[in-house]
């Protein structure tokens, strides 16, 4: 089994940028596919970015893309989400999951068994 804990949430005006971290404990973190999702009030969880085990492949959502950067540095147990020009429409609570699966990459919730609390992202207009 593996803990996640996210950081680095929190107010930031339209344009700006902010990083989120995903530290993992319990167990070794190269061996899990990760994944960054995120929920607005009223609204369902989504898919926001994943990145692969094997190969480090890296996913994205269609209304992030080209904005947001995932990556994973593995010696640390730690994940990232780099956020840049941030929107209104991006404010949300963010979680980052886990997934011990070396051959796939999942892009849905329910298909990550391990989760973090959360983080809190505010963009202001």
């Known amino acids: 089994q593996v803990q996640l804990v996210e950081s680095g949430g929190g107010l930031v005006q339209a344009g700006g940028s902010l990083r989120l971290s995903c530290t993992a404990s319990?167990?070794?973190?190269?061996?899990?596919?990760m994944g960054w999702f995120r929920q607005a009030p009223g609204k369902e969880r989504e898919f926001v970015a994943a990145?692969?085990?094997?190969?480090?492949?890296?996913y994205y959502a269609d209304s992030v893309k080209g904005r947001f950067t995932i990556s994973r540095d593995n010696a640390k147990n730690t994940g990232y989400l780099q956020m840049n020009s941030l929107k209104p429409e991006d404010t949300a609570v963010y979680y980052c999951?886990?997934?011990?699966?070396?051959?796939?990459?999942?892009?849905?919730?329910?298909?990550?068994?391990?989760w973090g609390q959360g983080t809190q992202v505010t963009v202001s207009s």
């Open positions: 319990g167990r070794t973190f190269s061996s899990y596919a």
């Open positions: 990145i692969s085990v094997s190969d480090g492949r890296t």
């Open positions: 999951a886990a997934d011990r699966n070396y051959y796939y990459t999942a892009l849905t919730p329910g298909e990550y068994p391990y």
